[in-house]
């Protein structure tokens, strides 16, 4: 059974990757003060990808997990994105 | 595997276990005594909701006031459809039969957590207990439809925010009741049972599982919003506040629409079941039919503003919703041709399980035509908030899930009980449940295409005749659901014992007694062949 | 019914993914409103968003990066037989989490103390972008600061259980999976930050 788990993820790794998130938070709050325009926002919301893939990857540990888990995360953000999109097809061309 | 009962052995309904009497039901973790527990409790808000439907079609057999109010009603079309949808036809064929049948059909001994099994039923009966307060309680019981539509559901003087923290807790219910099940379908399937080694009705499960995790908390956040709108005047969908009240109806028909999913997808797993076994043939196309119930969970999840077309969306918006709508039809096309096919050249044994599977075919095929024609765009303008929409409806979803569910009772009823019911009664409340059906829905097509709006207690001396012949049809109906229920619940003290496989299915609860025991299988078994393997 | 219970940890990881795409699901639907009224009042979300102290909101930010690398490091301790590390990273993530608590109070104290909440007559008058601005912050940072709160009650039982030895090195699933739980807590802040705070 897959009751005991072999794979043990070194501390170290999870300080590198919280480094990381920290400087890319710096770096979102830096960029975003900058007046960029409408490109602020779609900048923004790419660190916050970035972060996000880290966090499910690392921290949630789904690099190690099945394909099948990984699938379902996929298919859920997918369907988020879809739903706000369609729904903005109504907002946008009134 | 031992078909007859070892003396040691004992069923699940009479094993004894830490609690006695009614605590051995309600504090049970066991899938089929849960099962149970959710059929008594759906039952019964099916008798509710279908008196409010009979007491409504009366209030309409004439122009005017007949016997109540356009504020009592209002409140009766309200109530009505938050019985039948949330607390009936939502929780129906999953929580009674997927609870009973799941496990044992992938040969396993429970679902993958019990215990939040029986939590989901103890979520069902607060969420309705909630609902029933909002009747009594307050300012007078809601009135604005079982769709909560923004600005009037948090203006309205009505007691809304029970019935909306009822729906909300209904909710959850379901969302625990589909992770149960995928995880168990996941987790759980016997040695040897590849996915593809599955039989439908599971499959069925499965699409809906993902249904009702995914889209109920869209309602749930939905339904939160409302009651902030109510308590705390936050403007989200207030239009003197900046909020715009369509918004509101894209958030909730997002849950809404795949709802019916939820609704039709265990019907059709079930139809499958059906027709395979009076077939004695295995079903045509096993792959084509998972493959369509997967297209059309996963479609369904994007068709929701075709409830919304004269709302004033986008001409965008309306071209999309119209054509992911025809789209999703065709699944479920694949599945009539599908059941047909099954049928031909197989060695058909009438029995009243079958008659009932023909008969949802015939009432799904007229509801997804009428479907269609709401679909389109140029038709949905006249046809709107008529009665053709309350046909339509009542066709795909009574017609549909309702008719599939008395079949799958009438099938599994021996499974379940260990008994037969009489054939001739059965059959006799089939034919008169069915021409009751027609005749009170029926006239619907043309009333609406006439012009008769619905939700409105008065109507026009021209729709008269039509809204006659419809309200006795539900007498009709009602009498036909009568003799039904009366045959099932008065065989299962004076029917005949029942042999584990009366009607030669091929699935795995076949194989076990009847009822069953209380960890279903002796030894786990090990598959090596497909589910329907008749030859 | 007395099935001997046979451990599934990959069924309890699996049902509490599930259970976590119901939240993402939850807050998705907040972030369809959001993309609407944003869309819709670009201009006063703007100037709103300047309202908001970028300060405090990144500090929130790095408190909660920094307590989800404490509870995911405390995963690897107790597989490394660490029992007394483990409830220190928790003891850490917990006080993380209440040092977000208390700085989020602080935050909608001022906003209160100026009149601004849903509902205020002052509110309204600013105009109907304020309005749904505001409205979209509290309700969505309230619910997320709910699911806070959640999340540290949950990571306390778990505590408990470590310290009853009831989680060990080879059976502690529950830990994970109030790891995952905390994880989707800041993995939202991770998209609101941005949406309240940087669209300036």
Partial sequence: MENVKNHIVPYRTFLYVLALLIVLTLTSVTLTQISLGTFTVTIALLIAAIKSSFVLRIFMHLKFESLMLKLMVLAVILIICLVIFITLLDYLYR | ???????????????????????????????????????????????????????????????????????????????????MIFAVVIPGLPAVFGNFLLPIMIGAKDVAFPRLNLMSWYLYVIGVSLVLVSQFAGQGPPDTGWTFYAPYSFRTAGNMLPAVLGAFVLGFSSILTGLNFLVTMHRMRAPGMTWLKMPLFPWTLYATGWVQLLATPVVGITLLMVVAERTLHIGFFDPT?????????????????????????????????????????????????????????????????????????????????????????????????????????????????????????????????????????????????????????????????????????????????GRMYDTRWANIGLVLFFVGFVTLYGPMFLLGMNGMPRRYFDYDEVFHAGNIVSTMGSWVLYSGLAIIIINLFSSLKSGPKAPADPWGGKTLEWTIPSPPPVENFDETPVITKGPYDYN | MTTETHRDDLASKTGMWLFLFTEMLL??????????????????????????????????????????????????????????????????????????????????????????????????????????????????????????????????????????????????????????????????????????????
């Fill in chain 3, 27 to 200: 807050f998705g639907g907040l972030f369809v409103v959001y993309s609407v009224y944003r869309y819709r009042n670009a201009e006063a979300f703007h100037l709103a968003a300047e309202e908001l102290s970028v300060f405090v909101g990144t500090i929130n930010t790095i408190i909660l990066l920094i307590s989800s690398a404490t509870i995911a490091m405390s995963i690897t301790a107790i597989q490394k037989h660490n029992k007394k590390l483990t409830l220190l990273l928790l003891g850490i993530t917990v006080l993380l989490g209440l040092a977000f608590l208390v700085n989020k109070y602080f935050e909608w104290g001022e906003h209160i103390r100026e009149h601004i909440y849903p509902g205020s007559p002052i509110l309204a008058s600013r105009g109907q972008g304020d309005v749904l601005f505001y409205g979209l912050y509290f309700f969505m940072t309230g619910l997320h600061a709910l699911h806070i709160i959640i999340g540290l009650v949950f990571i306390c039982v778990i505590g408990r259980l470590i310290i009853r030895d009831k989680i060990v090195h080879d059976n502690f699933v529950l830990l994970e999976n109030s790891g995952l739980y905390w994880h989707l807590v800041d993995l939202i802040w991770i998209f609101l930050f941005p949406l309240f705070y940087l669209i300036t």
């Fill in chain 2, 1 to 83: 595997m031992s078909t007859q009962r070892t003396i040691e052995e004992s069923s699940y309904l009479e094993h004894k276990g830490r609690f006695k009497g009614i605590f051995s039901w309600i504090f049970s973790t066991d899938h089929k005594r849960i099962a149970l527990l959710y059929l008594f409790s759906i039952l019964t808000f099916f008798a509710v909701g279908a008196t409010l439907g009979l007491l409504m079609k009366f209030e309409l057999i004439a122009p005017g006031k007949t016997i109540m109010d356009a504020q009592t009603y209002n409140a009766f079309f309200t109530l009505h459809g938050i019985v």
């Fill in chain 2, 241 to 417: 506040l900046g909020g715009d009240p369509i918004l509101y109806q894209h958030l909730f028909w997002t849950y809404s629409h795949p709802a019916v999913y939820i609704m039709i997808l265990p019907a059709m797993g079930a139809i499958s079941e059906i027709i395979t076994t009076f077939s004695h043939k295995t079903i045509f196309g096993y792959r084509f039919m998972v493959a369509s119930v997967l297209a059309i969970a996963f479609v369904g999840y994007f068709v929701w503003g075709h409830h919304m077309f004269t709302s004033g969306m986008s001409g965008t918006a309306l071209y999309t919703f119209s054509i992911l709508t025809f789209l999703v039809a065709i699944p479920s096309a694949v599945k009539v041709f599908n059941w047909i096919s099954t049928m031909h050249q197989g060695s058909i044994d009438l029995q009243t399980p079958f008659y009932w599977a023909m008969a949802f075919i015939f009432l799904f095929m007229v509801g997804g035509f009428s479907g269609l024609i709401l679909g389109s765009l140029a038709a949905n303008v006249h046809l709107h908030n008529t009665h053709f929409v309350v046909s339509h409806f009542h066709f795909i979803v009574f017609g549909g899930t309702g008719f599939a569910f008395f079949g799958a009772m009438h099938y599994w009823y021996p499974k379940i009980t």
